[in-house]
């Protein structure tokens, strides 16, 4: 039998090491991406789509946002964007090698276009399932938040006659 002493420092010793112990393993919470932006991500294709959402002033049309991250040796570019109960407005957006579009940018910052979607099932608060299709061949079906013109987005170009959140206050 152990001596009492032993005994004493064996649970002691039992009782620090247990949160060490503890904190280990392989689904850790830091292990986990956690992205704080509204919009969402496609990383499944060779052009990644990055942040994407659709800000809207009222139900009907909005805007689309995202960036484009073309990770081909060879220029791409987004030639439609279909769904269900939306249509999109654009001349398609090109896509350098290597390079990135970002369409949430000012025309005077260096967005070529902007992206129209317009329909019944665009309204705030809402998601709307997109299916972008990229001359390459590429396409890719995300689901896409509907986010208010407020905020974070009150600068974000609209639909002409679309009022925007300034002209509401």
Not at 69 to 92: C, M, P, R, Y
Not at 93 to 105: H, S
Not at 157 to 162: E, R, T, Y
């Amino acid at each position: 039998m152990k001596s009492p002493i032993k005994r004493r420092v064996a649970i002691a010793a039992a009782l620090l090491l247990a949160p060490t112990v503890a904190a280990c393993g392989f689904g850790a919470q830091t292990d986990k991406v956690y992205q704080p932006a509204a919009g969402v991500n496609d990383r499944a294709g060779v052009v990644e789509i990055l942040n994407a959402q659709i800000v809207s002033a009222t139900d009907g049309t909005g805007t689309f946002i995202a960036a484009l991250d073309n990770n081909a040796t060879k220029a791409d570019k987004l030639i439609n964007i279909t769904g269900t109960g939306v249509t999109s407005t654009s001349e398609g957006v090109d896509i350098p090698a290597d390079g990135v579009a970002n369409l949430a940018l000012p025309a005077a910052k260096g967005n070529p276009v902007q992206v129209q979607i317009d329909g019944a099932a665009v309204q705030a608060g809402k998601w709307v399932r997109l299916t972008f299709t990229f001359a390459s061949g590429q396409s890719s079906q995300v689901l896409v938040p509907i986010v208010s013109n407020s905020e974070d987005y009150a600068n974000v170009p609209l639909p002409s006659g679309a009022p925007s959140s300034a002209a509401a206050e």
